[in-house]
């Protein structure tokens, strides 16, 4: 973990490429931790808003689904028509996938 005054994570960042499932668009992991996601997609979200998502993982046991509530607390446009989005993640559950 980073101990620099300026910064304010809390958790160690992991990176990943994990598929982010939006409802109606999906998107891709860039890093994940304990309190938040930061994923690339071409759908449109506004600074501050709720949002629902899953991300699925792969384990020994076979395929998981993290299902997250969280806000937007960030959004960078990309230079191949993308958005990158951190998300605060306020609640989860880890569950089998379908």
Do not use: H
Not at 31 to 46: K, L
Not at 47 to 57: A, P, R, S, Y
């Amino acid at each position: 973990m980073n101990s620099s005054p300026k910064t304010k994570r809390k958790e160690e960042r992991i990176p990943s490429e994990l598929p982010v499932n939006l409802g109606n668009a999906e998107g891709v992991t860039r890093n994940i931790s304990a309190s938040g996601v930061y994923f690339e997609t071409n759908a449109s979200y506004m600074l501050g808003n709720q949002i629902n998502f899953t991300v699925e993982f792969d384990s020994l046991g076979g395929k998981l689904m993290l299902k997250c509530d969280g806000e937007i607390i960030r959004i960078d446009p990309q230079e191949d028509g993308k958005i990158g989005v951190a998300v605060k993640i306020v609640e989860s559950v880890m569950m089998p996938s379908s």
